[in-house]
C-alpha cells in the first residue's frame, strides 16, 4: 500500500476499500489541513472532511492522467469558496477570485507566524486577492507545478504561469507597502523571492 | 528575515493539532471512533485558537473533572524554539503569582512527552475585539468593560509584570460578562519592580536582538524603538490604543511614523466620545512616557469620572422633551451604515420605543394597572429597558412613585451592570422623593430610610476598585425651587446631590465641573442655567486633566459658541503629511455602534440614551486564549 500511487489508492477506495482510502487520507491530510487553517477561522473538520469526500463523488473528473494533488486542491478550493460565501451570506454576490481574505474579516484568516517579519510577509499574502493568493500558496508551499495548479484551479496551463507571474509581482507590492515604515523595513533585509528560495532550499 | 528559520508556511499546524483533527476526521471519514488525543492527564477536546508561538487547546481534566485551556507551544517544524519556551514557563511563572477576576487564572505547568504546556482556566466568551463587533454597544457599556481589562492590567503592574502585548484580541470576555486579560506570553518582571517580584528568571533577555514582538499598532514608541525599555507606563499606552479604538471606531494613530511623532488623529465627525474621555485616553498616548497617567489606577478613575458623567447628561434630557419627538428620531436613525445586526437591533429598538409610547398612554389616562399587565407579557431580554422606561414615566407623573418599577428594572437588569446602576440611582431617587413628599405634609422631618437599596447598594462595586462611594446624581423633580433640595438626607453611602434647575434659559455658557477621580456619578451639571448664574470654577484635581467644557447635549438650536480649549488640553494637530506611505492599517470592520449611538443621543433625546437593544444576544463560544 505504501508504494501504491495516488490515483491507485482512489480508485481502490472508490472501489470501496476503506485500508486504500485511509492510506490516502494520511498522505494528504496535513496539506488539506494546513490549507484551510489559514482561511478559516473556526471549525475545519466539516470541511477537510467535504474535501476528501469529493474525491469519491467524483463530481470532478479525475481520470487518472493529471496529478492527484491538483485534483484535490481543486476540490479543496470548491469547498473553501463556498464556505466563504456561507460566510459571508449578507450583501452583494462577491468574486471570490478577486477578493483578499483579508478584506473578507476578521473570521477568514488565523495566520501563524514566529517573527515579526513572516507575521508581514503572511500579512502580505492575505491581502492578494484570493486566486493570486492560492497561486503562491501552492506554488511555494505545497509545491505544486504550474500544471498542477492549472489543474487545481481548472484554468489552462498558461493562465495559470500568468497568474503566478502576478501574483509574485502584487505580493511584493504588497510588502512594499506594509514595509513603508522605516523602523520595519529595516528589519526586513531580505525581498521574497531571497525568501521564499530559502524556504525551496530547505525542504 | 532570518535565513535559518525562513518561516512556517501559512497554516502550518502543530502536531498535536494535526493528529486531534486526523483523529477526528478519520474517524468520521472511514466510521471508525477517533482515538483521544492526550496530553499527560488532560484529554485533548479541540483547538481553541493560537497565537503566534502557541496554540491552545480545549481539554478535559479527568482528574478535577473540569475543562481547561491548555497552552503550548506551536512548533510545526519539530522541536520548540527554546527561547520560546523559557517564555511560556516565564508567562506561567508571573501569572501563577497573580489571582485577580480580571486576570486569566493559571493552574499549572505541565509537562508531558517532552512538551512543556501550561493549564489556564478554559473562559467561554468571546475575545474583546469579537465583543466590541457582536453589536453596538452603549459608549457607557464600553468604558465599564475595557476598564474592567485595565484593572486586569493594573493588578499584573502590582505584582511586577509588564504584559508587553496587550490589545483586544488579549481580552476575552467571558459569558458572564468579565474581562480577563490573557496572553502574557511576553510579559516579564517590571524593571522598576520591587526586587522580590522580580525574581523567577523573568529578567533574562527574551529577545533575540533585532526581533520586534508585540504587536507594532499597539505598540508605545519607546517599545517601538527599544522593546527592552517597555514599562508599566508602555502598557498604558497599549491600553490606550485599545480603549481609543473600541470609542472612536479607529486607532488614534495612522501609522507607526505617526505613533512616533505622536501624531494623534483629529476625532472622527460625528463622535459621540465625550471630551473627557477622550482627553484622559490622549493623555496615555502622549509620546512621552512621563506625561502619561502616573499608573493605570489613575487612568481608570478618570475615565470612570468621564464616563459617569456622560452617562448620566443624556438621562436628564428625557425630562425635557416629551416621547412626541420618539418616532421622528427613530425615522431618521435608520439611514445607518451596513451592519449585520442593525435590523435585528433596530427592530428591538422599534419594539422598545412602542413600548415606551404604550406605557405613556396608558399612564397618561391613569391606567397603571393595565401597564403592569403590559410589562408583564415582555421578555426578559426587553423587561430590563421596559421597567426603566416606566419608571422613569412615573417619576415625571405627579404623585406616583417609582419605586417599585425601578425595582423591577433592577431585578431584570441581570448582568448589565450598566442599567442595574440606573435602576440603583433611580431608587436612591425615588426615597429621596419619597422622604421630601413625607417632610412637606408632615411638617416635621421623617427621616425614614425608605427607599434601602438592594443588595449591597453599591454600584459603585462594579467599578474601579478605587472606588469608595458612590455620588448620586441630581434628584431631579423638574419644578422644584432652587436649593429645595440640598437638605436631603445622604443616604448611606450616598453623597447627596445638589439640585439642577432643568429649565433654565438655554444657550448660557457653561463651564462644567472637573471630574473627580474616582467619582462615578456626575457632579450636579448646570447646562441650562442663566448667564451668569452663579458658574462655579472648575478645580482640577492634581494628576486629572481638565475636561474641555462640553456642551454635547445643548438644546438643540441653542447657540453652541465653541468652546474655549481647556489649558491642559493638547493642542489638536493637524494631520500632518508623512514622507512615507501610510501604512496600511489592519483596521477592523468599522463599528458604527458608537456613531450610532451619537446620533441617536443627538437626535432622539427622549429615548433611553445610552442603552444598547437588548436583543437576544448571539454569544458567539469560540472561546480561544491568546491570539
Known sequence: MADASDSQLLTAWRGGDQAAGEALFARHFASIARFFRNKIHGDIEELIQRTFLGCLEGQQRFSGEGSFRGFLFGIARNVLYNQLRTNHRHGQPLDLDEVSLCELGPTASAVVAKEQEEQLLLDALFRLPLAHQLVIELFYWEELSVAEIAEALGVPVGTAATRLRRARQLLEEQMAMLTSSQAVRERIPFGFETWARNLRAQQ | ?????????????????????????????????????????????????????????????????????????????????????????????????????????????????????????????????????????????????????????????????????????????????????????????????????????????????????????????????????????????????????????????????????????????????????????????????????????????????????????????????????????????????????????????????????????????????????????????????????????????????????????????????????????????????????????????????????????????????????????????????????????????????TPTRDFALPGAATPTPAPLPGVTAPTPTRDFALPGADTPTPAPLPGVTAPTPTRDFALPGAATPTPAPSPASPPRRRRATSPLPALPRRRPPPSPALPRQRRRALSRPSAPPSRPSRGPARVPTRPGCSR
Open chain 2, 1 to 497: 528575515m532570518d535565513p535559518e528559520r525562513p518561516g512556517p508556511r501559512p497554516g502550518a499546524l502543530s502536531d498535536l493539532e494535526a493528529k486531534l483533527l486526523a483523529a477526528k476526521v478519520g474517524g468520521r471519514l472511514f466510521q471508525r471512533p477517533a482515538e483521544p488525543v492526550q496530553l499527560g492527564r488532560y484529554r485533548l477536546l479541540g483547538r481553541l485558537g493560537q497565537g503566534g508561538m502557541s496554540v491552545v487547546f480545549r481539554a478535559q481534566d479527568p482528574q478535577l473533572r473540569r475543562e481547561v485551556a491548555v497552552k503550548l507551544l506551536h512548533s510545526p517544524r519539530g522541536q520548540p524554539d527554546p527561547e520560546q519556551l523559557a517564555r511560556l514557563r516565564r508567562e506561567a511563572q508571573a501569572l501563577g503569582r497573580l489571582s485577580h477576576p480580571n486576570v486569566v487564572q493559571v493552574f499549572e505547568i505541565g509537562e508531558a512527552d517532552g512538551q512543556s504546556f501550561v493549564v489556564m482556566e478554559f473562559v467561554r466568551g468571546t475575545t474583546l475585539r469579537e465583543w466590541l463587533h457582536e453589536r453596538p454597544r452603549a459608549l457607557g457599556e464600553v468604558v465599564e468593560m475595557v476598564s474592567q481589562a485595565g484593572r486586569g492590567l493594573a493588578a499584573a503592574h502590582a505584582a511586577g509584570i509588564i504584559h508587553r502585548d496587550f490589545k483586544p484580541e488579549n481580552v476575552l470576555v467571558g459569558e458572564d460578562g468579565r474581562a480577563r486579560v490573557v496572553d502574557f506570553g511576553l510579559a516579564r518582571a517590571n524593571p522598576g519592580a520591587p526586587a522580590e517580584t522580580s525574581t523567577g528568571g523573568l529578567d533574562a533577555p527574551l529577545t533575540k536582538s533585532g526581533t520586534v514582538l508585540g504587536t507594532p499598532a499597539f505598540m508605545a514608541p519607546e517599545q517601538l524603538r527599544d522593546p527592552g525599555r517597555a514599562d508599566a507606563r508602555a502598557d498604558q499606552f497599549s491600553f490606550c490604543v485599545m480603549a481609543y479604538e473600541a470609542l472612536h471606531g479607529e486607532r488614534p494613530f495612522e501609522d507607526l511614523a505617526a505613533v512616533s511623532a505622536g501624531r494623534v488623529r483629529p476625532p472622527p465627525p460625528g463622535t459621540a466620545v465625550p471630551a473627557p474621555l477622550r482627553e484622559a485616553l490622549l493623555r496615555g498616548l502622549r509620546t512621552d512616557p512621563t506625561e502619561r497617567w502616573p499608573t493605570m489606577d489613575a487612568l481608570l478613575a478618570a475615565l470612570a469620572a468621564a464616563d459617569s458623567r456622560a452617562t448620566a447628561r443624556p438621562r436628564r434630557r428625557r425630562w425635557l422633551l416629551g416621547a412626541g419627538a420618539v418616532a421622528l428620531a427613530v425615522a431618521a436613525v435608520l439611514g445607518g451604515r451596513a451592519w449585520s445586526a442593525r435590523r435585528e437591533a433596530q427592530a428591538s429598538e422599534r419594539q422598545a420605543v412602542a413600548l415606551e409610547q404604550r406605557l405613556a398612554r396608558l399612564l397618561a389616562a391613569g391606567e397603571v394597572e393595565a401597564a403592569g399587565h403590559v410589562l408583564a407579557d415582555v421578555s426578559d431580554a426587553q423587561a430590563g429597558r421596559a421597567w426603566t422606561s416606566w419608571a422613569l414615566l412615573l417619576e415625571q407623573a405627579p404623585g406616583r412613585s417609582a419605586r417599585a418599577a425601578w425595582a423591577h428594572a433592577y431585578v431584570f437588569a441581570g448582568a448589565d451592570a450598566q442599567a442595574r446602576r440606573e435602576a440603583l440611582l433611580g431608587l436612591a431617587r425615588a426615597a429621596v422623593a419619597t422622604r421630601e413628599e413625607a417632610r412637606s405634609r408632615a411638617s416635621g422631618p421623617v427621616p425614614t430610610r425608605a427607599g434601602a437599596l438592594p443588595g449591597d447598594a453599591s454600584p459603585a462595586a462594579t467599578r474601579a476598585d478605587a472606588l469608595s462611594g458612590a455620588v448620586i446624581p441630581t434628584p431631579t423633580r423638574d419644578f422644584a425651587l432652587p436649593g429645595a433640595s440640598t437638605s436631603a438626607p445622604a443616604l448611606p453611602g450616598v453623597t447627596a446631590p
